[in-house]
């Protein structure tokens, strides 16, 4: 089985087919289905939050059997992840969300009950790169995907976000 790093690829990946969008109807759409879960579970497994149209992706060729995946191919099997999750008008970066924003939310108050922080102030970059987020989920995320989630919370009264005078001192006050 080949490998991307540590990271084991799935059989189809060697099946120079799967490199170029197939025209019938269900082919496509079972070709699809398992781009989703490949660049998905990659991107889980790598702590990738954010994919470029036009970067240098691993998955988005296959020097082995000298396949790559061209520009349409791309952008068919990223706007099936994204949906509304460009970063830009353009669609030339999207955010890969491997949990809903509604379960990230939910991560974060395991996190927080898990660690005694009920009653905390925390910063969004300890929340994000902290001891305490070590070796969790939360470590590393995406800063706009932990703010989203955040603002959910806040939305339902679980905690406050204060702004400091920079992004890093921004502030989350827990309230569970």
Same mark, same amino acid.
Request: hydrophobic share 40%; glycine share 6%; net charge negative.
């Given at each position: 089985m080949?490998?991307?790093?540590?990271?084991?690829?799935?059989?189809?990946?060697?099946?120079?087919p799967?490199?170029?969008?197939?025209?019938?109807?269900?082919?496509?759409?079972?070709?699809?289905?398992l781009?989703?879960?490949?660049?998905?579970?990659?991107?889980?497994?790598?702590?990738?939050?954010v994919? !470029?149209?036009?970067? &240098?992706?691993?998955?988005?060729?296959?020097p082995?059997?000298?396949?790559?995946l061209?520009?349409?191919?791309?952008? +068919?099997?990223?706007?099936?992840?994204?949906?509304?999750?460009w970063? &830009?008008?353009?669609?030339?970066?999207?955010?890969?969300?491997?949990?809903?924003?509604?379960?990230? +939310?939910?991560?974060?108050l395991n996190?927080?009950?898990?660690? !005694?922080?009920?009653?905390?102030?925390?910063?969004?970059?300890e929340?994000?790169?902290?001891?305490?987020?070590? !070796?969790?989920e939360?470590?590393?995320?995406d800063?706009t995907?932990?703010?989203? +989630?955040?603002?959910?919370?806040?939305?339902?009264?679980?905690?406050?976000?204060?702004? !400091?005078?920079? +992004?890093?001192?921004?502030?989350?006050?827990?309230?569970?």
């Amino acid at each position: 089985m080949q490998k991307l790093g540590d990271y084991k690829l799935p059989q189809f990946f060697n099946y120079p087919p799967y490199f170029t969008l197939q025209p019938v109807r269900d082919t496509r759409e079972k070709q699809i289905q398992l781009w989703k879960e490949l660049i998905l579970d990659y991107c889980r497994t790598q702590k990738i939050f954010v994919i !470029g149209l036009e970067e &240098d992706f691993p998955l988005f060729s296959n020097p082995v059997i000298e396949r790559s995946l061209s520009h349409e191919a791309r952008e +068919a099997f990223l706007s099936i992840l994204v949906s509304d999750e460009w970063l &830009d008008k353009r669609h030339r970066k999207c955010l890969i969300l491997w949990h809903r924003i509604q379960e990230w +939310a939910n991560i974060i108050l395991n996190f927080v009950k898990e660690n !005694g922080l009920e009653d905390s102030v925390m910063t969004v970059e300890e929340i994000r790169s902290g001891i305490e987020s070590r !070796g969790t989920e939360l470590h590393g995320i995406d800063r706009t995907i932990l703010m989203r +989630a955040l603002k959910l919370l806040e939305q339902k009264g679980k905690l406050a976000i204060f702004k !400091g005078t920079t +992004a890093d001192d921004e502030g989350v006050k827990f309230s569970i």
